[in-house]
């Protein structure tokens, strides 16, 4: 974290950088601190409750590391967009609870709080105005790719979408980004789509191909095709940008060999809110193409004494039509020998959270952010 901007500083600043309205960008209404003082002193108000501590992260191993391995951590969130936190029917939230004044530096918190090289976020739609200027000064890159017809434009907030942002000291974008939508069986493009960049990590000389993605919403067997085919769709780009970076390895005209080397071959990190459970159709896909990709809840299966440990819950919230306590956000790694998990965090549970579900005065989205620590093999 550059010295020159503490992190206290941004969040203590945070007034001045929100939006006063959706609509339109103007400064926060600043008081004399003095006048402030005497009207308080003067009406004899009490102080403002303080908010109950936000929900405590803390990391479990997963395996031991091996030794003069780079280690990178990985952000997955969708973070609640601005208006669908308002509109979202969470009926058991107060409305001050989901306003994006409350809301916004608690975001901030948590993804500071992973120290995160890697962070994939989905329904951002305070890109230009928060995310990007805030992770922009402490040391990232960010990437944003919209969603076409977003949900939150009905209620006169701004476009949601994907956002990807790497940290600029360690990685290098090798390659353009690219943000495509999903297309429709037999139709045009749709709503949902993808955003993927491929980057060069400084450290170990590793290529990494990192991308982010938010799949069709709502139950049903309809939705769950649409995703299916999604899931289809996004593998294809990810082995067509896969092949390209590989065969710009083993170019003859740079030196290099005509056969591919596997040890240049570029890792995939794929992250996301699928809106579908670890076994679903959707993620068969993913675990079955030939890229060769596992998720940290095949891992923590894989792993368990029995073989069968069930993921815990990466969403929880109670609206008019029930409740929704699902395992839908992902991070998905190339299972390589290259690539490593060493940890993640561990899930809040019920308890953790109250029982008002997410969000929360203690969380500030209705889904649980993920974090997980790789170790990364230096090229030879």
């Avoid at 500083?9 to 103007?26: I, N, V």
């Avoid at 409750?49 to 992260?57: A, D, E, I």
């Avoid at 974008?173 to 949902?192: D, E, H, T, Y």
């Avoid at 240049?264 to 579908?276: A, Q």
Wanted: with cysteine; hydrophobic share 35%.
């Amino acid at each position: 974290m550059p010295s020159s901007v503490p992190a206290w500083r941004l969040l203590s600043d945070h007034r001045l950088f929100s939006l006063g309205a959706h609509s339109c960008y103007q400064r926060s209404r600043l008081i004399c601190p003095t006048t402030s003082l005497l009207g308080f002193f003067g009406a004899r108000r009490k102080p403002p409750p303080m908010k109950k501590q936000k929900l405590q992260r803390t990391f479990e191993d997963v395996q031991d590391p091996v030794k003069h391995a780079q280690s990178m951590t990985v952000l997955q969130w969708n973070v609640l967009a601005d208006g669908l936190a308002q509109f979202g029917d969470f009926e058991r939230v107060p409305a001050d609870v989901l306003s994006w004044e409350s809301r916004s530096p608690q975001l901030l918190m948590e993804i500071l709080e992973s120290k995160s090289d890697l962070i994939s976020l989905q329904e951002v739609n305070r890109y230009e105005d928060f995310f990007k200027p805030r992770l922009e000064q402490l040391g990232y890159t960010g990437l944003f790719w919209p969603k076409a017809c977003s949900p939150a434009e009905q209620y006169g907030f701004p476009c949601d979408g994907c956002a990807l942002f790497y940290r600029t000291e360690r990685f290098e974008m090798i390659g353009p980004p690219c943000g495509l939508p999903f297309s429709i069986a037999n139709g045009p493009s749709g709503k949902q789509g993808m955003l993927q960049v491929l980057l060069r990590d400084q450290l170990s000389g590793r290529h990494v191909i990192f991308a982010g993605t938010h799949l069709k919403a709502k139950a049903g067997e309809a939705n769950a095709a649409a995703r299916e085919l999604q899931a289809r769709q996004m593998m294809e780009r990810l082995a067509s940008a896969h092949q390209a970076a590989s065969s710009n390895e083993c170019n003859p005209e740079n030196g290099s060999s005509t056969e591919p080397d596997r040890q240049k071959t570029p890792v995939v990190i794929l992250c996301g809110d699928f809106n579908d459970s670890p076994t679903s159709s959707a993620c068969q896909v993913v675990r079955e193409h030939w890229l060769g990709l596992s998720c940290i809840w095949d891992w923590a299966a894989a792993h368990s004494t029995n073989g069968s440990v069930p993921a815990p819950f990466t969403t929880w919230k109670f609206r008019p039509d029930g409740v929704s306590q699902r395992t839908i956000d992902f991070i998905w790694f190339s299972k390589d020998p290259r690539l490593r998990l060493l940890r993640r965090w561990r899930m809040p549970t019920e308890g953790d959270i109250g029982e008002q579900g997410l969000p929360c005065e203690r969380y500030p989205s209705d889904h649980l952010a993920l974090c997980a620590v790789f170790e990364l093999d230096a090229l030879e």
